[in-house]
């Protein structure tokens, strides 16, 4: 099993253009998510899809928008790319038993985004 | 609102000693759960070991533990016989919101020792 795939890897680009972080997991989990993480301030919640259809803000949503393709799919678009969101970005999927905290998150293996 | 904090930005152990990582958190809600997680160098983040807030022992898994204390509001990550690989950032993460999505805390930095 692949887990969670996240693409492209690495990418650079300039300020004002725009770009789509794509992810897709294969284990039939119901809830994504994209983080980013800076030097010294972990991981930061930007979107999340608790379950295909629906889409929710985390901590730091600005700048970024997401789309639920499917059960499989999730994906971060950057319109108007910023030097601010030059970041590490990983996804991550998780299956969560109704009513419970267990479960945890199946990370991909990251995104290297600058931003000149 | 969850908060949940790690003080120590870095730590070191000498090889085959034991360490613990400090983890505390804030939260309102009756029943939650603990994550801790490791990131080596390479960049990949690894599940280690969870704790729910009504688990009556402290989770253990191989090598790693959690020292939960619920009244202290802890739940420090104790590695034994510390290895070279354990080298990597740490981080403890609690379920929020109405999806229960993971918050992170900002890390412990842990260089084992030859």
């Known amino acids: 099993n692949a887990g969670v795939t996240q693409t492209p890897k690495f990418q650079v680009l300039k300020t004002g253009q725009s770009m789509t972080l794509q992810c897709a997991q294969d284990?039939?989990?119901?809830?994504m998510y994209w983080y980013r993480q800076d030097p010294g301030m972990g991981l930061r919640l930007i979107y999340y899809?608790?379950?295909?259809?629906?889409?929710d803000k985390g901590e730091v949503p600005n700048g970024y928008n997401v789309s639920r393709l499917n059960k499989r799919e999730f994906s971060l678009r950057l319109e108007s790319a910023a030097p601010s969101q030059t970041s590490v970005y990983f996804c991550?999927?998780?299956?969560?038993?109704?009513?419970?905290?267990?479960?945890?998150?199946?990370f991909g293996e990251g995104s290297r985004l600058t931003v000149l | 609102a969850q908060k949940i904090t790690q003080t120590q930005p870095g730590m070191f152990v000498q090889e085959k000693e034991a360490v613990t990582l400090d983890c505390t958190y804030d939260?309102?809600?009756?029943?939650?759960?603990l994550f801790w997680y490791k990131q080596p160098s390479s960049g990949e983040m690894i599940f280690l070991i969870y704790?729910?807030?009504?688990?009556?022992q402290n989770a253990t898994e191989g090598r790693y533990s959690l020292n939960f204390q619920k009244a202290r509001k802890s739940a420090n990550l104790v590695i034994s016989a510390s290895q070279l690989g354990d080298s990597a950032m740490y981080f403890c993460?609690?379920?929020?919101?109405?999806?229960?999505?993971?918050?992170f805390g900002s890390g412990t930095q842990l260089t084992v020792l030859p």
């Open positions: 991550a999927s998780r299956f969560r038993p109704a009513g419970t905290n267990t479960g945890e998150l199946f």
């Open positions: 284990m039939n989990h119901n809830s």
């Open positions: 899809s608790a379950s295909e259809g629906t889409t």
């Open positions: 939260t309102s809600d009756p029943s939650y759960g």
């Open positions: 704790q729910g807030s009504y688990d009556q």
């Open positions: 993460a609690l379920p929020s919101g109405s999806a229960r999505q993971l918050t």
